[in-house]
């Protein structure tokens, strides 16, 4: 009795282990139980039992055979199952009907896929994540590498106050081809080539190097940009960036600037018993065309057009320590200049005379 309750407690006879037990009772205990039963009681003669009993024994062991068979196909048919989910030939879960242990391994089986699967598209979804943020991180990194190109293009031509200005504004298209309304400032170092004549061609770099170091950071401080050093001539052009204030003011402004440094640079070199000299400025305001002009091979970024143009008439004609502005620059400054009318001048290639002022510097 308590044999059989142990045996229905590991699952009786739907589990491989309780039809192994019957099998092996079937094919092995039964048939020499009989044998040995009727041997021992000597009821009848063995040849006569073999003849009785042999079928019933034949019909144990095939029946015993059978269970382990069945429970033989059912390891196989998992097993192929099984070969068949590692090749890739299937997916999805094992679906198999057998005994407990076949169906206990085969939920064991399906739920370990299952966990798999889960974990499988977490890696998935992590790696779609990671390919995102590759892809943004290379896009920021390009971002980066072509804002820091346009930085070092911009510190050719305006000050660190002007680009992040720039790089801020329309992606710095400070660099695109262009109409539009600015004022534009020549500067030039009157009887250059005479001065030069009297000095080494070391101390003609130095001094212009020296004169236009101060120059240019006196420009970039008043919001303006270095358009191009044309010998001892400087180009510097205002109004580019729209929040960088009233451009023939700053224009102005750098001007006097420019004659107050000059001065103080005479009075050291004067004290080192050094060649002197006085620059002449001349200021337009208007339309103008800003571009990259040249062959492709050596392109630069610079202004043309007919106020352009004025404004190197305008500085020609100013002597030295003189600042001559144009009627629009006069007319569209806000500061508080001491200016006075020069009337109506002509100038080369212009028909019509052109209204200009002198700055009077305080």
Request: net charge negative; aromatic share 8%; with cysteine.
């Amino acid at each position: 009795m308590l044999d059989l309750m142990k045996f229905t407690h590991h699952g009786g006879y739907n589990t491989i282990g309780g039809k192994a037990k019957i099998a092996l009772a079937l094919m092995v205990v039964l048939p020499y139980l009989f044998i040995a039963y009727f041997l021992i009681n000597e009821e009848i003669y063995a040849s006569e039992t073999v003849i009785l009993y042999a079928p019933i024994m034949l019909f144990s062991i095939l029946v015993g055979y059978a269970l382990f068979r069945r429970a033989a196909d059912q390891i196989y048919i998992l097993s192929k199952e099984t070969a068949r989910l590692e090749s890739g030939e299937k997916t999805g879960l094992i679906q198999i009907k057998g005994d407990r242990e076949i169906n206990e391994i085969a939920a064991h089986f399906n739920s370990l896929l299952s966990r798999m699967d889960s974990v499988n598209r977490k890696n998935q979804e992590q790696a779609t994540q990671l390919m995102v943020y590759s892809r943004d991180l290379a896009l920021s990194y390009q971002k980066t590498k072509r804002e820091e190109e346009l930085r070092n293009r911009l510190s050719r031509y305006v000050g660190n106050n002007l680009v992040e200005k720039l790089m801020s504004s329309k992606s710095g298209a400070l660099l695109e081809t262009e109409r539009r309304r600015v004022t534009v400032l020549f500067a030039d170092i009157r009887s250059f080539t005479m001065i030069a004549e009297q000095m080494s061609a070391e101390q003609v770099v130095l001094l212009l190097n020296q004169y236009f170091s101060v120059m240019v950071d006196i420009i970039f401080k008043n919001n303006g940009l270095l358009d191009k050093f044309v010998g001892d001539q400087l180009i510097a052009v205002f109004g580019l960036v729209e929040d960088s204030g009233n451009a023939s003011e700053n224009a102005i402004r750098t001007a006097i600037e420019m004659q107050e440094a000059t001065e103080d640079m005479m009075r050291r070199r004067g004290a080192a018993d050094e060649e002197l000299f006085d620059i002449g400025i001349g200021i337009n305001t208007g339309l103008a065309i800003l571009g990259n002009i040249g062959p492709s091979n050596r392109m630069d970024y610079t202004v043309i057009g007919d106020c352009v143009n004025v404004a190197a008439r305008l500085e020609e004609m100013a002597m030295g320590g003189e600042i001559i502005i144009g009627e629009q620059t006069f007319l569209e400054n806000t500061g508080d200049f001491n200016i006075e009318s020069r009337g109506e001048v002509y100038v080369k290639n212009k028909m019509e005379p052109v209204v200009c002022y002198n700055v009077i510097r305080r």
